[in-house]
């Protein structure tokens, strides 16, 4: 069983930066993939990042690729997304998750119905 608690979000001007953290419970969390996922109003939870159990391997959405740094700390059991250059359509509510298995394809990292854990969420607002 793995807990997942977001932090760092907030408002922030269009152009400004954000880093969200997802800390995590459990030994085995640096087994797992980790994604990060959004939900802004009145859409669905759609994708945003996500992160191999090493930190070897990343895979962005395209709306965020150069924009978006998905990166991890094994030793502290934390994921990070570091938000660049924001934009007002980046405004939504941040979710991270997390699957027991190292498997790494697009086909599987992508979709949330393969994600066993969430966290609560934490709600990224970007002001033009």
Request: glycine share 10%; with cysteine; proline share 3%.
């Amino acid at each position: 069983q793995v807990q997942l608690v977001e932090s760092g979000g907030g408002l922030v001007q269009a152009g400004g930066s954000l880093r969200l953290s997802c800390a995590a419970s459990g030994r085995t969390f640096s087994s797992y993939t980790v994604g990060w996922f959004r939900q802004a109003p009145g859409k669905e939870r759609a994708f945003v990042a996500a992160i191999s159990w090493s930190g070897e391997n990343t895979y962005y959405g395209d709306s965020v690729k150069g924009r978006f740094t998905i990166s991890r700390d094994n030793a502290q059991n934390t994921v990070y997304l570091q938000m660049n250059s924001l934009k007002p359509e980046d405004t939504a509510v941040y979710y991270c998750a997390a699957r027991p298995a190292r498997t790494w394809t697009i086909a599987i990292v992508t979709p949330q119905n393969n994600y066993a854990y969430w966290g609560q969420g934490t709600q990224v607002t970007v002001s033009s």
